[in-house]
């Protein structure tokens, strides 16, 4: 079936650096994507979303960019600090898809090193 | 402090014990979700209530019963759980406009449940 994968399971980076984590799709029909961070003992938290007929999007220190072309889409986190050490999930839905049916993909790990 | 309640925290049952997971959102919301985080695999739907109605059930089996008395709370009630049953499990809520896909939930912080 189609899904929502990531590139990479594990990134870490250094304290102020940005960081890029990376999620590609297989449904073309998908028209709205959002990533969420989940802290250790805590629920998913919303971070940012984005529909199809954008290509980037921006919010406090953190951008999304979507490239239907290919497929892909990323988060961007600028200035990278402890507190964004987390599991970032990507997720997808389909137009007129079943309601809070999201794809999720399996999470990256994003590591920040002081 | 997501607004999204979930009860309680950590539950340990055995496969022939019933208990129930409980979920309050305090945001106004007029849907509510169940999902399903287990080690290594991606969110898993369960069950979608809007308006109290249920609207959605991925294939649970039947030892997973969901609950809306209103659209503040939700209840997931276990019986005869098996081992691979263990996970965190999740309550989410959103604001669903008729029409409009609006997927951006507000998730509690779960329910880590472990069944011996």
């Known amino acids: 079936g189609e899904s929502v994968g990531l590139h990479l399971p594990t990134l870490s980076v250094q304290e102020g650096d940005n960081s890029i984590i990376n999620c590609a799709y297989s449904n073309s029909a998908s028209d709205y994507f959002i990533w969420y961070k989940q802290e250790s003992g805590k629920g998913p938290q919303f971070i940012i979303d984005?529909?199809?007929?954008?290509d980037k999007r921006q919010g406090q220190r953190v951008t999304v960019l979507l490239n239907k072309t290919v497929k892909h889409l990323s988060l961007q986190i600028a200035a990278t600090q402890p507190g964004d050490s987390a599991v970032y999930f990507c997720?997808?839905?389909?137009?007129?898809?079943?309601?809070?049916?999201?794809?999720f993909g399996k999470g990256t790990k994003l590591s920040v090193k002081p | 402090e997501t607004g999204v309640t979930q009860t309680p925290r950590h539950l340990v049952m055995g496969m022939t014990n019933k208990k129930s997971l409980k979920c309050e959102q305090h945001l106004g919301h007029n849907a509510m979700y169940w999902y399903k985080q287990s080690a290594k695999k991606p969110l898993e739907l369960m069950f979608v209530y809007n308006f109290k109605e249920q609207t959605e059930n991925n294939s649970v089996p039947s030892r997973f019963s969901p609950e809306c008395p209103n659209s503040s709370h939700l209840f997931l009630h276990l019986h005869t759980l098996q081992p691979e049953d263990s996970a965190l499990y999740l309550c989410?809520?959103?604001?669903?406009?008729?029409?409009?896909?609006?997927?951006?939930?507000?998730f509690g912080s779960g329910t880590q449940l472990s069944v011996l």
């Open positions: 997720a997808e839905n389909e137009y007129g898809g079943s309601q809070g049916n999201l794809i």
């Open positions: 984005i529909r199809s007929n954008m």
């Open positions: 989410a809520s959103s604001h669903q406009d008729a029409g409009i896909t609006n997927e951006k939930l507000f």
